[in-house]
C-alpha cells in the first residue's frame, strides 16, 4: 500500500474514532413523562435547572398513551407523540437560553423550565 493511501486510511480512522468519542462523551439527560401527572428532566438523578451549552443525549421515558414530552429553547423543537409511550433518544445542542419542556395535553400542570448559560 502506498504512504499516501495508508495516510488517508489512517486520517479517515482517527476521524471516526474522535467522533465517535464526541459522541459518547455527550452528557446524558432523562425526560420522563407519566405514568401520572408528572413530567421530569433529570441529569444524573438531579433535576435539571441550569446546563451548560453543547451537545447532550436526551432520553425520553415516556410512560403514558395520554401524555407527551415536548422541549423547546434556542433551536430545539422536538416531542414525543402523545398517542404513544415507549423510549425516545434525541441528540441535541443547546445554545444559551431559556428552555421549557411540557406535556402539550396538560400543559397547565406538567411544565418545567431550565437555563442554558
Excluded: E
Excluded at 22 to 34: D, E, F, H, I, M
Excluded at 54 to 63: A, F
Excluded at 73 to 82: A, F, I, L, Q, Y
Amino acid at each position: 500500500m502506498s504512504r499516501i493511501r495508508l495516510a488517508l486510511v489512517a486520517a479517515v480512522a482517527i476521524a471516526a474514532l474522535l467522533v465517535a468519542q464526541a459522541q459518547a462523551a455527550a452528557p446524558k439527560l432523562v425526560g420522563t413523562v407519566g405514568p401520572g401527572f408528572t413530567i421530569t428532566l433529570t441529569k444524573g438523578g438531579k433535576k435539571v435547572t441550569k446546563l451548560m451549552h453543547g451537545s447532550y443525549v436526551v432520553v425520553i421515558n415516556d410512560k403514558s398513551p395520554i401524555h407527551n414530552f415536548h422541549l423547546t429553547g434556542p433551536g430545539v423543537n422536538k416531542t414525543t407523540s402523545v398517542a404513544k409511550s415507549g423510549v425516545t433518544t434525541w441528540k441535541v445542542t443547546l445554545k444559551k437560553g431559556a428552555y421549557k419542556y411540557v406535556c402539550d395535553p396538560h400543559a397547565s400542570a406538567m411544565k418545567g423550565a431550565f437555563v442554558v448559560s
